[in-house]
């Protein structure tokens, strides 16, 4: 009898936003010592933070948590205007980590406001991206998260709207949403590229492409991890049963017991070697891998935290470890 089938979605696990945040926390701590503050969770994974709160990272809701004049790690995720103010009136040292796909979006915020237009962000409401993102120009920018709320929506000038998406959702319900707002406001105008981050998408795509042959997809990421809750959902759209689990540990054996093909894969902000794990945990199964994109992007680190001699734009060293399954090393990386 054949082997089960572990279906390996590619890309998956960290992008170069995640690893671009990790890398300027444990780059600190390897400089500094403990403690660096790190305003919110410098990305949405328990066992991120849990390793790094090991190495002497301590992780604040907001700044009075964090002493006058010390270092402070703004997360992946990205801060409102107020929030760097106060630093700067506390006089923090501010090591800033937002992806720089979401400083995009903060500037076409600031740009749109700026000309007159309401802001209409899709997204969901508490994400700290979002309230990062609203920030920008609160008294202009209205959130949205489903087609209803656009049929509600009501603006000053209906010929002045623009429209702007979090990172992080799912492709399906954004162009949904999307297509309600063009429908009610034709004069809509925004991004002349997608908000919706390469990354999230190439994940998404990926996990379709594992999901149509799969009996059941895991996926390993944190349950306030926005990009690994949309895989779940994603897959889900595709008719096949779906669990997010944040390590091996989460696995249930009823989710496989009829299983011939499992689908895995893991959000962007989730560790390489969690997956492996679960490779690991599975035992002997048959481990095929579903390329559907190749990442190649990379981010600059902030100069403060470069190593002496690095030069703006060298490749960062990686920090991710080999795929284990059948022993060879993956060539896809973020």
Not at 28 to 33: E, I, P, T
Not at 81 to 97: N, T
Not at 259 to 272: D, I, K, W, Y
Request: hydrophobic share 45%; charged share 25%.
């Amino acid at each position: 009898m054949a082997l089960p089938v572990v279906l390996l979605a590619s890309p998956r696990s960290f992008c170069a936003g995640v690893e671009r945040a990790i890398d300027i926390v444990a780059r600190l701590l390897d400089q500094r010592g403990g403690p660096i503050h790190v305003r919110k969770q410098i990305v949405h994974n328990t066992h991120v933070v849990a390793e790094l709160e090991a190495r002497g990272a301590v992780f604040v809701d907001e700044l009075d948590a964090v002493p006058d004049g010390a270092t402070v790690v703004f997360s992946a995720h990205g801060v409102s205007p107020a929030v760097r103010e106060e630093a700067a009136r506390r006089g923090l040292e501010v090591i800033d980590a937002t992806c720089p796909l979401v400083t995009k979006v903060h500037a076409e915020a600031k740009r749109y406001a700026a000309r007159g237009d309401t802001v209409v962000l899709i997204g969901h409401a508490g994400h700290e991206e979002v309230e990062g993102t609203v920030g920008e120009a609160p008294a202009q920018t209205v959130l949205v998260q489903s087609v209803a709320d656009v049929e509600a929506l009501e603006v000053p000038d209906p010929a002045r709207v623009s429209y702007l998406t979090q990172t992080t959702l799912a492709v399906e319900e954004t162009a949904d949403v999307l297509a309600a707002l063009r429908e009610k406001f034709p004069a809509l105008r925004g991004p002349s590229s997608a908000d919706i981050c390469y990354a999230t998408t190439n994940r998404q795509d990926a996990v379709r492409e594992v999901a149509r042959d799969s009996d059941v997809v895991l996926v390993v990421g944190s349950r306030n991890s926005s990009n690994s809750v949309r895989l779940v959902e994603t897959a889900r759209r595709m008719g096949t049963p779906a669990h997010l689990i944040d390590d091996v540990s989460d696995i249930r054996v009823e989710w496989l017991a009829d299983a011939r093909v499992v689908g895995l894969s893991a959000g962007a902000s989730a560790p390489p070697r969690l997956v492996d794990e679960v490779i690991e945990a599975l035992g002997a199964w048959d481990v095929q891998v579903r390329e559907t994109a190749r990442e190649t992007i990379q981010f600059t680190l902030p100069a403060a935290v470069r190593r002496q001699g690095q030069a703006p734009g060298q490749p960062l060293p990686e920090p991710r470890t080999p795929d284990r399954a059948k022993g060879t090393t993956e060539p896809d990386r973020a």
